[in-house]
């Protein structure tokens, strides 16, 4: 007899029988259980993506926050430092058209460092600047997050995976200069667009869709953010109109007032932060016109005059140094797992998803950071001016599209006919994880143990360890003069390239700094000189020729058992000088001390 009565709540897991055509039984899961069982699968996905991504921040915080100070400062990081140090002294920051770039890092800075303490130049520490840099690092590790629904949770994952452990994205982020946070604030800038973006087409279909309040904040700020970080931010802007142009589908029925309201909030956003930023929120009207002048110069060295002469590089030098680096003595670097990634991300997206199917959700972000990435790479290897870090505009573009072109792989592989699925998942996962654990290695290896090797790739006219050596005679020397920190020193160097030393000389607060013996014609020669060694003749004429009778002092560079030359940057050497007095104070310590270790 059947039994129509309505099944109890326990029952509906259950799975029910049913007779067959043939005789026998059946049986079949009712819908609400598969229902609650796919829940589940979705449930403990969210929760393995969400794990995941903590994993990739915390590995991305680790490699970028551990041991800050184990490199010596590099010499851009000492211009930046003592620019901040101004600021953190006399709360003033005037920006300077013709070098340095712009006010954001001195200004995202100041909070972080009087967070802890410091007050004062002579108590910073290298670590303490390096925060910023790292805490962006941190931050763009998570950056895929903000566009997790157009790239998708694999490829969000992955790129967020390939960002904490790149070995350029980790270098840099533990270097006190611009670029990080410029590579932060053009990521923001396209997340922003992203929003704005999907409003639009929104607005197409419905007129009175509401305004995306955020999201337009979001990038005029950045705008005016990348702006005030560095003059290349122009480099970045051109790439993203031209992503934005080809990519944005054709609008009809959008209320241009709307759309133009839309406009005037983004200029006002962006508007607001250069102005605060160049003016030094006020104290320095003059720096508004200064950011439009600086572009003269800018585009001067950026074809290789004046210093930028020094920085000539042919079209592929990018590419070298992230893909196929090699220097005598030292070993092969690549981060070659990224560009392959990339290029199956960027092949599929252009080939409309029909290559390894690309779902088409995802297409829109994949074909916008490939003209973005390939605009700037293009861009950046045309111009003759080159240093290795300008490479994080385009190359932080190349890891977002390496995730999706790994997330692609895996779908490739699972799709493919039983017999063959497995062996080709394995294949994927194999590539993915041995090519992953290069990149970790590499990344531990550049920023903990080969931290002022220069055969490395990202190590740029690298500050040396005999820096701290000088220091250290020079602490000596000190504690056998009167004055202390305070005694006299003069630095010569030509064309005034000293640098990093003015940093690591910041406790002494008697320092002339001079580019030629001229611009010391006047004054008495200190008891400390340090000097170039292609100066000596000149300082020899300096010391005896040019000063009067009885003021004629006898000097030595002879320092016990101890060194009195130092190499600051590789080949870059500088000689210590000390008045025959005072050396005769110092040479019994100078001489019965061995130099601190590395």
């Not at 607005?203 to 702006?227: D, E, H, M, N, T």
């Not at 060694?533 to 002092?553: T, V």
């Not at 000689?575 to 270790?597: F, I, M, T």
Request: aromatic letters at 12%; charged letters at 15%; proline letters at 7%.
């Amino acid at each position: 007899m059947e039994n129509s009565s309505t099944p109890s709540p326990a029952e509906q897991g259950k799975k029910r029988a049913f007779a067959t055509p043939a005789g026998g039984e059946a049986f079949r899961t009712d819908p609400a259980a598969s229902a609650s069982g796919a829940d589940g699968w979705r449930r403990a996905g969210r929760l393995g993506w969400a794990i995941g991504m903590l994993g990739a921040a915390l590995a991305g915080a680790a490699l970028r926050l551990v041991d800050l100070d184990n490199r010596p400062m590099h010499a851009d990081e000492a211009v930046q430092a003592l620019r901040f140090a101004r600021l953190l002294e006399q709360g003033q920051f005037r920006y300077d058209p013709q070098e340095y770039h712009g006010p954001c890092l001195p200004y995202f800075s100041w909070p972080v460092v009087r967070a802890l303490g410091v007050r004062q130049a002579k108590d910073l520490e290298a670590w303490q600047l390096r925060l910023v840099p790292a805490g962006m690092g941190i931050l763009l590790v998570l950056g895929p997050w903000c566009l997790r629904r157009s790239l998708g949770r694999p490829a969000t994952l992955l790129a967020a995976w390939l960002t904490a452990i790149s070995p350029v994205l980790v270098f840099y982020s533990r270097y006190y200069i611009a670029e990080m946070l410029l590579v932060g604030f053009s990521w923001g800038a396209m997340v922003g667009w992203w929003g704005v973006r999907n409003w639009l087409l929104r607005l197409s279909i419905r007129p009175k869709a509401k305004f995306p309040v955020g999201p337009l904040f979001l990038l005029g700020g950045c705008l005016g953010l990348q702006y005030a970080t560095k003059e290349t931010w122009v480099i970045a802007l051109a790439s993203m109109l031209l992503a934005a142009g080809l990519t944005m589908l054709r609008l009809r029925g959008v209320p241009k007032g709307r759309l133009i309201f839309a406009l005037g909030v983004v200029l006002a956003a962006g508007t607001a932060v250069w102005a605060a930023m160049f003016s030094s929120f006020g104290q320095n009207p003059a720096g508004l016109l200064d950011s439009v002048k600086t572009y003269a110069n800018y585009f001067r060295q950026a074809g290789g005059q004046g210093r930028g002469g020094q920085h000539i590089y042919p079209f592929w030098y990018y590419f070298q140094v992230l893909f196929a680096w090699k220097r005598p003595g030292g070993s092969w670097w690549t981060e070659a797992v990224v560009l392959v990634l990339a290029l199956v991300g960027g092949l599929s997206a252009v080939g409309g998803g029909r290559l390894l199917r690309v779902k088409p959700r995802h297409i829109a972000l994949a074909k916008f950071l490939v003209i973005y990435t390939l605009i700037q790479a293009l861009i950046y290897s045309a111009i003759p001016y080159k240093t290795p870090w300008c490479a994080l505009g385009f190359y932080h573009g190349m890891v977002v599209l390496a995730g999706l072109g790994g997330a692609v792989l895996w779908q490739w592989a699972i799709r493919q006919p039983s017999r063959t699925a497995l062996v080709k998942k394995g294949l994927v996962l194999a590539f993915l994880l041995v090519g992953s654990g290069h990149l970790a290695w590499q990344a531990h290896r550049a920023s903990f143990r080969l931290t002022a090797d220069p055969t490395q790739p990202y190590l740029y006219a690298p500050t040396t360890l005999e820096v701290a050596r000088l220091v250290a005679a020079l602490e000596q020397i000190a504690q056998c003069n009167p004055d202390g920190h305070a005694m006299p020193i003069q630095v010569f160097f030509p064309d005034h390239q000293y640098w990093p030393l003015p940093w690591y000389l910041r406790r002494f607060n008697r320092v002339g700094w001079f580019g030629s013996f001229d611009e010391a014609a006047g004054s008495a020669p200190a008891p400390v000189i340090l000097a170039h060694p292609d100066m000596e003749r000149g300082l020899l004429e300096y010391c005896y020729f040019r000063q009067p009778p009885g003021q004629r002092r006898l000097y030595l560079s002879e320092l016990g058992r101890g060194p009195s030359q130092w190499q600051i940057r590789p080949y870059v050497s500088i000689q210590l000088y000390l008045r025959w007095d005072l050396w005769e104070a110092c040479a019994e310590k100078l001489s019965g001390q061995q130099p601190p270790p590395d």
